[in-house]
């Protein structure tokens, strides 16, 4: 079956302006992560979902950052006023039910902050 | 200090080699010990996922966690050239908010020639 799906794969964009990554989760998979990759920091946990709503928000670097779900299927994170230390790759994996069942990944979407 | 370290390499070996990969660790809370294979530009696949200490084995991929010295390791028998990718380790606590939230090492970089 089809895994999680992330959108845009690439994203280039002007320091200053807003920018919105989405995920497409596994199929009835009801908990959903984001995370940033970058080569000083490695693999950082952004934000959990379960269902619509989430639970733990600890990893957002600043309020420029947002996320949501909507029916408990699709999630966007929101960058505000996009900075350049922002140039990531954001990953967002889903899982069955949370908790620490199995976490699945996408592919990614690489951020770049001119 | 990062809550779960490993050596990023790079790690270059011979076709046919055992590769073994560590990492280790200082929440004590942790429970839940998973390693994934990154090639590049893609996301993390999920290759091993463990609870508590002890071995599990799945074809040439041999897991291995201590959490008496809080030490993770991964070994593949027999290395093959498409096993060149970066290795992640991850783990998990068991319980609380952060339930199911992963804390990545660095990774390491491994190349197998032929």
């Known amino acids: 079956g089809a895994g999680v799906s992330q959108s845009p794969s690439n994203k280039v964009t002007e320091k200053g302006k807003d920018v919105e990554l989405r995920c497409d989760p596994i199929?009835?998979?009801?908990?959903l992560y984001w995370y940033r990759q970058s080569l000083g920091q490695g693999l950082e946990f952004l934000i959990y979902f379960q269902g619509n709503s989430a639970p733990d928000k600890s990893g957002l670097p600043s309020d420029r950052f947002s996320a949501e779900r909507t029916g408990g299927s699709v999630s966007t994170l929101t960058i505000q006023r996009t900075q350049q230390e922002d140039s990531a790759v954001y990953l967002c994996a889903s899982s069955p039910g949370g908790g620490n069942q199995p976490q699945h990944f996408g592919d990614g979407t690489r951020l770049s902050i001119l | 200090q990062k809550e779960v370290e490993q050596d990023p390499g790079p790690l270059s070996v011979p076709e046919g080699a055992i590769v073994s990969l560590n990492c280790t660790y200082s929440?004590?809370?942790?429970?839940?010990f998973m390693w994934y294979r990154q090639y590049s530009r893609k996301g993390p696949e999920l290759l091993m996922y463990?609870?508590?200490?002890g071995n599990k084995e799945d074809g040439r991929f041999t897991a291995q966690v201590d959490k008496s010295s809080k030490y993770i390791s991964l070994f593949i028998r027999d290395s093959q050239p498409s096993d060149s990718a970066t290795y992640l380790c991850?783990?998990?606590?068991?319980?609380?908010?952060?339930?199911?939230?992963?804390?990545f090492g660095q990774g390491t970089i491994l190349t197998v020639h032929p």
């Open positions: 929440n004590s809370a942790f429970q839940y």
């Open positions: 991850a783990s998990s606590n068991a319980g609380g908010t952060s339930y199911g939230k992963l804390t």
């Open positions: 199929s009835g998979h009801t908990a």
């Open positions: 463990t609870y508590s200490s």
